[in-house]
């Protein structure tokens, strides 16, 4: 069983920056890839950054610049640090590893003033 637990959410002005966390529980994290998914009201979830094992990265082209994805492996954790925050980017972040079926987190909600 794989549990993944989201933090960092909250309120902020546009420009400014928030850092979600998520700590995934299980021995699989080192060798999945990871992703942060956002859902914003009325809109499908989009996939926003994946990181390989190895550290490889994919983003959807409105982030990228000033997201940045990143793991550690050690602490089976994985981090969206975003920077430059427009009132768009407002969602639910959703954590998520694929694993024989999707897992998802419970989210944390990044509320963008402008």
């Known amino acids: 069983q794989v549990q993944l637990v989201e933090s960092g959410g909250g309120l902020v002005q546009a420009g400014g920056s928030l850092r979600l966390s998520c700590a995934a529980s299980?021995?699989?994290?080192?060798?999945?890839?990871m992703a942060w998914y956002r859902q914003a009201p009325g809109k499908q979830r989009e996939l926003v950054a994946s990181?390989?094992?190895?550290?490889?990265?994919t983003y959807v082209a409105s982030v990228k610049g000033r997201f940045t994805i990143s793991r550690d492996n050690a602490k089976n954790s994985v981090y969206l640090q975003m920077n430059s925050l427009k009132p768009d980017d407002t969602a639910v972040y959703y954590c998520?590893?694929?694993?024989?079926?999707?897992?998802w987190g419970a989210g944390t909600l990044v509320t963008v003033s402008s």
């Open positions: 990181i390989s094992p190895s550290g490889s990265t």
């Open positions: 998520h590893v694929y694993y024989f079926m999707d897992y």
């Open positions: 299980g021995n699989i994290f080192s060798i999945r890839v």
